[in-house]
């Protein structure tokens, strides 16, 4: 590994645990570089995870990445917002590096998403996990996680981590989908240097650091239910629920008019399914022109809907952090996968601020998503990710 990249000609060094946040919002590509590197370079980087909005030219960056730190790995995606040191943030990069004292990582590409199977999970986890434990014999097995990133416009992210989730059995499993400020036109993620859409990143790493994964949301179902009676699953769109229109019915159903349908509604008026006693949002992601709703999770017909109500939003984040905190001791980092319309509900009910305070308090680098992994469920509306404490 290379020494770690020096910034006007100032020593940089590890950050506690070998784990270092940083973030820049220079316009300049090259400028950004410098800032971020300045920020999360160290000796003996294992691996950078890279959050890079889609406002900057990402194969720039990842080649001004490469020219100062040749031979680092880099993953990561394209967001729909970043989770910075110093709280939410749009228009920026944002990153954290792991040092090899402390982590060791394995990585799979899967290429295309849309070819992925079921029967092809056992045996990607089973050749990861067997490369993972050949490459680094100083972690005990219970101190290996996944991370999951997948392409947020692929539609095919159910299948992925249902299948790999279960494969990897005890090894827990966490992570997001990359998104596009809400453009829903081109998402990306990123290893190796390459930009490819339609890919997942499947990487294994074990640390000698305590960590805990976790997923929180903070919606409660109503008495209102809806059932879906014509959808389209391979889209996630839904034309029909309760027989009538879908948007007139969703709309009739949470006391607005089919017109005043956005974004801003559909964070604050969620659907839930129940699965396994508890209940996971289905969010919506927009009505198109004939009516129909599409959605960011798997949806089909016969599925049962409930309208749901917001919680306590601050109120559930601060119980989660002190939850994590008596766990593990203090909080060194966190790696956060937050769904874009979690961030759109912040700023509609005007909590952005405080929400910020909070993630940056807690350490929290991450960005906002099209999506989240969490074990063996593609979820959304909701907040997941990794809390390392000390080693």
């Given at each position: ?12 060094r ?16 090259e ?8 920020a ?19 194969p ?12 680092v ?22 990153g ?26 056992a ?49 827990p ?48 179902p ?48 969620p ?65 956060g ?27 929290v680098v ?11 469920m ?10 390392f404490?000390?080693?």
């Open positions: 590994m290379p020494q770690a990249y020096q910034a006007k000609d100032k020593p940089v590890a950050g506690p645990c070998g784990l270092r946040r940083g973030m820049s919002m220079k316009a300049s590509t400028d950004a570089v410098d800032e971020l590197l300045a999360i370079a160290q000796d003996r980087m294992e691996m950078i995870l890279l959050f890079c909005s889609p406002t900057y030219d990402v720039s960056v990842l080649a001004a990445i490469a020219r100062r730190v040749p031979d790995r880099v993953l990561g995606c394209t967001t729909a917002g970043e989770i910075t040191p110093v709280g939410y943030r749009q228009g920026t990069i944002t954290m590096s792991l040092c090899a004292d402390h982590f060791a990582a394995s990585v799979r590409l899967i290429e295309p998403m849309s070819h992925f199977d079921m029967a092809d999970g045996a990607l986890a089973k050749a990861l996990m067997a490369e993972h434990q050949a490459l680094d014999h100083r972690f005990e097995p219970s101190r290996t996680f996944a991370l999951l990133i997948n392409d947020g416009l692929s539609m095919h992210e159910e299948i992925i981590v249902s299948a790999l989730g279960d494969a990897l059995g005890e090894i499993l966490v992570g997001g989908s990359a998104g596009d400020n809400l453009a829903f036109r081109e998402t990306a993620i990123f290893v190796d240097g390459r930009v490819l859409d339609n890919a997942s990143l499947l990487i294994l790493v074990s640390t000698d650091l305590e960590f805990r994964v976790f997923e929180r949301q903070h919606f409660h109503l008495d209102q239910k809806m059932v879906v009676t014509r959808a389209d699953p391979a889209k996630r769109v839904v034309m029909e629920i309760n027989a009538e229109p879908a948007a007139e019915e969703y709309a009739r159903l949470i006391g607005l008019d089919p017109a005043d349908l956005t974004p801003l509604v559909f964070a604050s008026h659907l839930v399914v129940k699965a396994g006693g508890r209940h996971y949002v289905r969010a919506i992601q927009r009505v198109d022109a004939d009516g129909c709703l599409h959605f960011f999770c798997a949806i089909d017909e016969g599925i049962i809907l409930s309208v749901a109500k917001s919680g306590d939003l601050v109120a559930n984040l601060v119980s989660l952090f002190d939850d994590l905190r008596a766990q593990l001791g203090s909080i060194e980092a966190v790696i996968f937050d769904c874009v319309l979690r961030y759109v509900e912040m700023e509609q009910r005007q909590m952005l601020t405080e929400v910020s305070r909070i993630m940056a308090q807690n350490n991450g960005f906002n998503t099209y999506g989240e992994q969490f074990g063996m593609h979820v959304s509306q909701t907040f997941t990710g990794i809390a404490g000390p080693g």
